[in-house]
Structures are given as C-alpha cells and as structure tokens.
C-alpha cells in the first residue's frame, strides 16, 4: 500500500516538475502564458503535497493559485488597461513585502506547531513566507520576486529531500539555478529600457 502511494506520488512529481519547469521558464522570458502552466503544476502539487502533510506548503500553493490568477490578468491589462512593465520595487512594496515574510511566518509557525501534525513547523513556515511576499512581487511584475523566491528555495531544498520527495527537491534546484538566471535576465530588459528612455530624453 505504501509502495503504491510512493510511486503515485513519485508519478505526479513529474507530471507537476514537467509542467512547473515550462512555468519558470516562460516567467524567465517575461512571457505570460507562464501562469497557465504554473496553475496545472500547483493543482498537481496540492494533492503530493496533502499526502506528504506539507500543511503550510498547501495553503502556500492555493495562495500561488489566486496569485497566478491575478498575475494573469494584472500582466495582461496592468493599472491603465495596459500591460504592465518589468519595474524595481518602490519602498512601500519593500515594506509590504517585508511584512508579509514576517507576518506569514508567525502566524503559519503558530498554526503548524500548535494545530497539525507536522515535523517541520518552522522550516516549513520560513519557506512558505518568504515565497508568498516573492510571488506577490511576481504577480505585481517586480524584479525583487526573484530574490524572494530563491530564499524560499534554498531553505525548500532540504526539506523536501527529508520528506523524500526527490523530484520536487531536483525541481526546486532547478528553480533556484533559473531564479538566479531570471533576476539578471529582468534586469537586462530594466537597463535597456533605462537606455532607451535616455535615448528619447
């Protein structure tokens, strides 16, 4: 029976890696067609993640939901209608950033240690923070996102090869090596258009 669980599990790891690495991939090239595959990986990911009693990682994968959801649609139509540019955060997005890391990581250690049955309370509430302030960044096109999800995935690594998912840890990897190739892409969009801006001036 464990066996069988195992392999199903190790099965939907790659069906939902598959589909996440095209997601990252596609968010490196500033493409928006990236939230559709990301939203197919995070329903994939809520079902390893319930059997595998990832408890903050599952309310942080219906948080990726809305998000992806709403990245689509501010992406596509930005404030004015139009699509909205790759820009650097403002202080008051840093701050807000900043205070969700805290605030999720309180209230998630909180709730994991003192309500579930998890063996992991912090590193699992620290990975959970950081990564919704990165992808509220991502949703709002900030280049910052990047930062904020590869500390998520630096401290996801470990812990997922504790609880044995494998394949979800090789992904993480993989997210961690791209975030790092995304945040200087992003970069080189922001200077040239910095450039070009002078250009016209």
Not at 23 to 49: D, T
Not at 110 to 129: C, E, G, N
Not at 173 to 184: E, K, N, R, W
Request: net charge positive; aromatic share 16%.
């Amino acid at each position: 029976m464990m066996t069988d669980l195992f392999s199903q599990l190790t099965l939907l790891q790659w069906i939902g890696t598959s589909f996440g690495v095209v997601q990252v991939l596609l968010a490196r090239k500033n493409n928006i067609n990236n939230y559709l595959f990301g939203i197919v990986s995070i329903l994939i990911s809520l079902w390893v993640l319930y059997k595998s009693k990832l408890y903050a990682d599952i309310l942080l994968n219906l948080y990726y939901l809305v998000m992806s959801i709403y990245g689509w649609f501010y992406w596509k139509l930005g404030k004015q209608n139009t699509e909205a540019p790759i820009s650097y955060s403002s202080t008051k997005e840093h701050g807000i950033a900043l205070g969700v890391v805290v605030g999720c990581f309180s209230l998630m250690a909180y709730w994991l240690s003192q309500h579930t049955d998890s063996d992991v309370p912090i590193w699992d509430a620290i990975v959970v923070a950081f990564a919704w302030a990165g992808m509220w960044l991502m949703a709002k096109r900030k280049i910052e996102n990047w930062v904020y999800l590869n500390i998520s995935n630096f401290i996801s690594v470990p812990l997922l090869i504790y609880k044995e998912l494998y394949v979800y840890a090789g992904l993480t990897t993989f997210l961690f090596i791209v975030a790092v190739s995304g945040y200087f892409k992003w970069k080189h969009i922001l200077d040239n258009k910095t450039q070009e801006e002078h250009a016209r001036a």
